[in-house]
């Protein structure tokens, strides 16, 4: 039924941030992402209107992205220089 996909689909969208979160090299940016993303979904466990669920889903595929793209730019600058605010 369509609750078992949601819920299989919350658990992909889950891992796949988890695995998002752990590709960046700064370690305050990695464990911000891995916070938040264990944060929301303990937030929402419980959440039971299959539209809501559906408005969650689709905001954590946008947060994905932004994840996945964020990693990206961090691989493309040393760690050294990512830290001077000066």
């Not at 940016?29 to 979904?41: G, K, M, S």
């Not at 466990?45 to 299959?50: G, M, Q, R, S, V």
């Amino acid at each position: 039924p369509a609750e078992m996909a949601s819920r299989v689909e919350a658990l992909a969208l889950y891992r796949a941030l988890i695995r998002g979160g752990q590709s960046f090299k700064m370690y305050n940016f990695r464990a911000y992402v891995l916070r938040r993303t264990r944060e929301d979904f303990r937030k929402f466990k419980d959440e039971t209107d299959p539209t809501r669920i559906s408005e969650l889903i689709a905001h954590g595929r946008k947060e994905l992205e932004v994840v996945k793209r964020q990693a990206a730019v961090s691989q493309m600058f040393p760690e050294d220089l990512a830290h001077t605010v000066e």
